[in-house]
């Protein structure tokens, strides 16, 4: 299945609130997960990435959260600020070393 | 450094009329290159992939069309823009280490009036 299904569609945190980002995949053979950022009008950048051989990743405020047997992985914003309100995408590489991408999250951090 | 161009940034063209969208890298030598539309609030919809000069993967028929007549060049077109083809155009590229990151350039807003 070359499905990523994200969850929710859209988000919305108290500023210091923790958001919570949820991906889950079926392909096995998946092997990189990484997560891009988007803010209005502009193009998605990489965030965090997770290889599925780790169980946790943290890069600042961000940490990915990988539960191998489930087949799914989470993004984690700790202590989240105005600045954070962007579009998430989680996406897994497949065999090919193609993306397969999650259809997004925007999140909204209330100041 | 690499970086990556597209133009125009917005485009609004009548229905019925062509279209070409420019993408551009440097810094790098023989990536792989991504054409993708985003409708506006949505994801992600892969439209072309190329690994090389003259080499083209369509991911969705439409009625829209790739080439790479150079090494970092990409150009997205179409003969006849349907109301559809409206949305956010991004192009991006990867490189051969690193297979997992893909850099997105500035994108193209284009609106089909």
């Known amino acids: 299945q070359q499905q990523v299904k994200q969850s929710p569609q859209s988000l919305i945190v108290q500023k210091g609130g923790i958001p919570i980002i949820n991906c889950a995949y079926e392909n096995t053979a998946f092997d990189y997960f990484p997560w891009y950022q988007q803010f209005p009008g502009k193009g998605p950048a990489l965030l965090i990435a997770i290889r599925p051989d780790v169980s946790e990743k943290k890069e600042g405020r961000f940490t990915i959260s990988f539960n191998k047997s489930a087949k799914q992985f989470s993004l984690h914003i700790m202590d989240s600020q105005p600045g954070d309100s962007a579009t998430y995408f989680c996406?897994?590489?497949?065999?090919?070393?193609?993306?397969?991408w999650g259809a997004g999250t925007k999140l909204i951090i209330k100041p | 450094s690499q970086t990556i161009h597209q133009w125009p940034a917005t485009l609004v063209q009548p229905v019925g009329s062509p279209l070409s969208l420019e993408c551009t890298v440097e810094g790098t030598s023989n990536p792989n290159l991504y054409w993708y539309r985003q409708a506006a609030g949505r994801g992600l919809q892969l439209l072309f992939y190329s690994v090389g000069i003259g080499q083209i993967s369509s991911e969705v028929p439409q009625n829209l069309s790739a080439s790479r007549p150079q090494d970092r060049q990409f150009i997205l077109s179409s003969k006849k823009l349907l109301l559809s083809d409206s949305g956010f155009y991004l192009c991006a590229w990867r490189g051969r280490e690193r297979a997992y990151e893909q850099y997105f350039g500035p994108g193209t807003r284009l609106t089909v009036t």
């Open positions: 996406a897994a590489r497949d065999s090919n070393y193609q993306l397969i």
